[in-house]
């Protein structure tokens, strides 16, 4: 499938959303919509706006990009090449303002919806996320692609990690593997040694690394994001550090093989909540969120108990269950004939841990010359 025929799938699922809604035209401006609706384009400049520099709207079937002149060009050459004739609104950086008036142009009095508050429009409703949720073929090969490099970028910085270093150090060493693979990362975390317990969410510090050093990170290209967790040690692992990691593994292993399409997302949580218990560990899923779908965000929702949503068929999911001291994360897609597990394999030691009856690889601590 080409950029050509995915967005005329997606052309498809969009002109069946704004007919049941009476919209004559959609505008977005998130970087997680702008990826989507163009096939893995990317309007972000600024990684902290919560809307992009260029807005893609889809009127009568058209692609239209709104931009300031500034950002015309490289949208059109590199973020959006080869997609579908695109229909180009602009103005020059100090007269464009939010691009409404190019909207209300567009809409010629039709109702119209946005992502990004724009006053021409209405909001758009909590389903159209949902149109993000099951991906396309091609948008399964980028995801493959982002898994895969994801993966080598942390281990070949998981493999440098030395005693002394301090985690900003390893962190930046991630980054920049990261960069190399012309990944983003959007969530970064590095805890080294007591850090690892104390906190759920160990954002990044200058604390010097003794014997243990856990990273976790989601990064994204083309729009997509995936995460993975990994934790090296220097010597021989305690025991403890052992069982825990196992007990964890096994919590793992059962969300990912009830992770199966049309299963509701709290039922999958349930079942791991009772092997947290069969392991256990009955408390420690109360100590930190234990994921959900992910994608075009970080998490799209994250799950908690009762939810009734269901798990769509090709939906990336990142679980990432904890026991204090430890914690497993992987990049899963769910599809009928199985999970993919897309930040799996490559060089980094496993355990095989079975769960309802299937087998998985999943990532143990790499132990490294103390």
């Not at 292993?253 to 399409?261: E, G, M, V, Y």
């Not at 430890?326 to 897309?342: C, H, L, P, R, Y």
């Amino acid at each position: 499938m080409d950029r050509k025929e995915e967005f005329r799938l997606k052309s498809a699922i969009l002109t069946e959303y704004m007919k049941e809604r009476s919209l004559s035209g959609i505008f977005v401006a998130r970087p997680a919509n702008v990826a989507w609706l163009g096939c893995g384009a990317c309007n972000v400049v600024n990684v902290t706006g919560a809307t992009g520099v260029a807005t893609l709207g889809f009127v009568d079937g058209e692609l239209h990009l709104i931009a300031k002149n500034i950002e015309v060009r490289r949208m059109l050459e590199e973020e959006l090449d080869g997609i579908a004739s695109i229909r180009t609104h602009t103005a020059s950086w100090h007269e464009f303002g939010k691009g409404e008036t190019f909207i209300r142009r567009l809409l010629a009095g039709g109702r119209g919806a946005s992502d990004c508050g724009l006053d021409a429009t209405a909001a758009l409703d909590a389903k159209f996320d949902e149109l993000r949720y099951s991906l396309t073929d091609a948008e399964m090969d980028r995801c493959r692609i982002v898994g895969r490099d994801l993966r080598d970028a942390m281990e070949t910085a998981c493999r440098a990690v030395r005693p002394g270093m301090r985690e900003c150090d390893a962190a930046a060493a991630l980054f920049a593997e990261c960069r190399r693979r012309m990944l983003e990362p959007v969530v970064a975390l590095a805890a080294a040694d007591e850090r690892i317990g104390m906190y759920r969410h160990p954002t990044i510090s200058e604390k010097k690394i003794k014997k243990c050093l856990l990273m976790a990170t989601c990064a994204r290209r083309w729009g997509l994001t995936c995460a993975i967790t990994r934790i090296a040690h220097f010597g021989t692992l305690p025991q403890e550090l052992v069982d825990k990691h196992r007990a964890c593994l096994s919590v793992d292993a059962t969300l990912i093989a009830n992770s199966r399409p049309d299963a509701a997302f709290g039922e999958v949580l349930r079942k791991g909540i009772e092997a947290y218990a069969a392991a256990g560990f009955a408390d420690e899923w109360n100590l930190h969120h234990q994921g959900g779908p992910t994608g075009y965000e970080a998490r799209e929702f994250i799950v908690a108990p009762g939810e009734i949503r269901k798990v769509r068929q090709r939906q990336p999911i990142a679980w990432n269950p904890s026991i204090t001291g430890t914690k497993s994360e992987d990049t899963i897609v769910a599809t009928g004939g199985g999970q993919e597990i897309v930040t799996g394999g490559g060089d980094w030691p496993t355990i095989e841990v079975e769960a309802e009856g299937m087998k998985f690889q999943r990532p143990d601590i790499l132990t490294l010359p103390a």
